[in-house]
Each structure stands twice: as structure tokens, then as C-alpha cells.
């Protein structure tokens, strides 16, 4: 993470908070909304501190060494098969959360929450990696979200079928390329071979006492378990910039900690820009694969107007006159939370919504164009959704009709 800061700080994108900044008082929170540039703070209560990380498609292109325009058609070639190497055990200390800068980001939060930590989960050979929020309970337990259905929380419910708790590790401020990872649905157990990829073929590891790998390089590493214990967790502002209900979550307790004696603490903003990206361009690639199946892709982006996640524009090359609404429906099927997408030409910049608007504004029949599905499983996430599950989809394809293209196609010198 370090060597990236310093990349991005000779681009320009790095500004430095030197005065004293307090983690309970918001105002770090408030910043980072304000810029999508990385905010460096080297007061954070006593330690240093990062936000906005990648927080717009150019910081996560140069994350990756990838093109920004390429960016999605090379990572949807993924083979997540990078080296891992193992360089030895950690020396863990006694955990003290309270040696960690964790904010608290809006007035009606529960509380400090860790929202760029990623978890390492182990269980039967297989390793899992996710980022979860967590919530500061005292100076070695957190609450942690965990998705019903989604890796970690099937991997913990194994462990307590057994009656055995779930080792974990939470790390805290790594490579992008790692965290793009750990925020990617992989093969399974393949999220540190994927990091491993993304970083050129390898990644150093390091061994915790409860046997869970993690990235060698990491700021923070807190190991410990998660058991049978359950809490109140939330409210909590999510990725629509609205508050997540009080849930009963389960506890971790953290039994050791490694930090390194400078350690720079990596925080996300909730709803922030930053996290749509980190929601949003992981999906990417699998909609572009799906959509592949269907028609020739060019490009798929998830809009910062969407929240990075409910809306996606997918730009196309028509062969026929149905492969717009074709790759609606492969969108839709792959990524299920997608709530509106939008079909666009060649000609039709998707990152820029100016370009879009005008795609529906001179494109677009409704009667011929506009799907509507309704009935369908979407985003927990979304405040339309209905107390049964489900939302209606909207699909909008706004490309020109075939053999008519001299009729829509703009002028040009």
C-alpha cells in the first residue's frame, strides 16, 4: 500500500492532513466525501491514516497496471493462478483495538467501525477472503456483518456444526490489487492466487498461530476466531448512503495483533467513492463474460450514480437487431442485485453520463426499447426492495436500430 501511495502521489493525487484529527469527530469522514483524491492523514489520533485509497477508475487502473479503457476486458481473462509464497509465521502481540485509529463516520452509526478490513477464513483446506464491516465492541472484539449465504458465514457455519469456532485474520491496509481481490466472487479459495495474478504472479504470505495466510506485507494483522456469540450490530450507512437496520451479528474475538511500528490504518467511507468502486468494478468482468456469451462486448461499467452496484451500462457492437436486449437479460442473471441497465452503441462513451442520456434521449422508443421485469430477486441494499425479496428490473436498450444507423449517428469533422 505504501508504494502505491507514493505512485499516486507523484500523479497528484495524494493530499496531506498534517494537523491533529480525532477518529470520533466525523470531520475525516467528511473530507473524503469531499474529494475523490487519496486524503493521508498523518495525525489520526497518534497514528497515521489513509482514505480513498481508489476511489475513482483511474486509481484502480494504475492499482492494476491496467489501462483504464482495458481495464475490464483484461481482468474478465482472469485464470487466478498466481504464486503464493509462504515466508514464515508473524510474531503476535496482545490485541489492543484502541491502538488503532477506527472512525466513526456518521452521527447515527453504532459506533467505530473497521470498514477496509479484509477477512481471512479457514476452513477444511479451504481459505476464503472478504471484506466485512465491523463494529468496535471493546479493545479485542469487533461485530462483524456478515452476509447470509455468502462465503465467510457458510465457512462459520461449518465450524459451529462441528463445535469449533472459525479461525480468522483481519488485515488492514494492503495492496489495492489484494483488496480488489478479497472484493471479487472467485473460484473458491482463490482469492490470494487472484491477488497473486494481480500483482504480476506472486504474493508473499505469512502463517498467524491459527494457521490462516495473509499477505506479508499488511499494516495491521488481527488474528483470532469467530464463535458461537452473537450481538446488535448496526445501524450502519451502506453503499446507498442510507442506514442498514440493527441486526444480530456474530462476535469476533481477536487473541493476537501485528502491526508494523509505523503502521498507516486504511479506512473506506461509507457510500463514499471508494466504496462504489470496490462494490461496483469487481462485477465488471463477469457481466462482461456473461454479456460476451450473448453478443461482442466492448465495455461494462457500474455508475457512482448507481451506488457502484444497482446500475450498469454496457456498451456493445450489434450484429443483430436483439442483441441489446440480449445482453440485458445475461446482466441481469449475472450480477442479481443490478436493478437498471442500460445498452449502448460503439459511439457512446459509458463512463460519462452526458454521453449515456443522450443514448436514451435520441435512441430510445419506450414501447420498443424498455423491458420491465418485475418479481425478481435484487439488492438487499436497495430501499425499494419489497418485504418479500424481490424488485422490478428495468433494461433500456439504447443503441441504434440496424440498417437505420445514418438516422441516429451524430455528426462529426
Known sequence: MREFIEKMRKEGFVV???GLCSPEDMKAAQQAAATDKILFFHNMGGSRAVMNVTADRRALALALGLGEKEMVQK???????GKIVNDGKFAMKKPDL???????????????????????????????????RMLVLDDHRVAARLVEGRHTHVMLKKALACGERLPIAVVVGVHPAVTFASCTRVPAGKELAYAAELLGGTIRVKECSNGVL??????????????????DEGPFVDITGTYDPVRR???????????????IYHSILPGGDEHKILMGCPYEPKIYRAVA???EVKNVVLTKGGCGYLHAVIQIKKSTQGD??????AAFAAHTSLKHVVVVDEDIEPTDPDEVEYAIATRVSGDRDVMVVTGVRGSSLDPCQKEDGTNVKIGVDATMVLGHEDEFRRATW
Not at 451479528?249 to 503502521?263: A, R, W
Not at 441489446?324 to 437479460?329: S, T, V, Y
Open 16 to 18: 496531506d492532513v498534517t
Open 249 to 263: 451479528q456474530p462476535v469476533i474475538e481477536f487473541t493476537g495483533m501485528h502491526t508494523k511500528p509505523d503502521f
Open 98 to 132: 484502541t491502538r488503532i485509529p477506527v472512525m466513526h463516520f456518521f452521527p447515527r452509526d453504532a459506533g467505530r467501525y473497521f470498514t477496509a478490513g479484509i477477512v481471512f477464513s479457514k476452513w477444511d483446506g479451504v481459505e476464503n477472503a472478504s471484506i466485512h
Open 214 to 231: 495473509v499477505p506479508a506485507d499488511a499494516e495491521i494483522v488481527l488474528e483470532g476466531f469467530i464463535g458461537p456469540d452473537v450481538t
Open 324 to 329: 441489446g436486449k440480449n445482453a440485458i437479460m
Open 293 to 295: 456469451g450473448v453478443t
Open 75 to 81: 481482468l474478465s481473462d482472469a485464470a487466478f493462478d
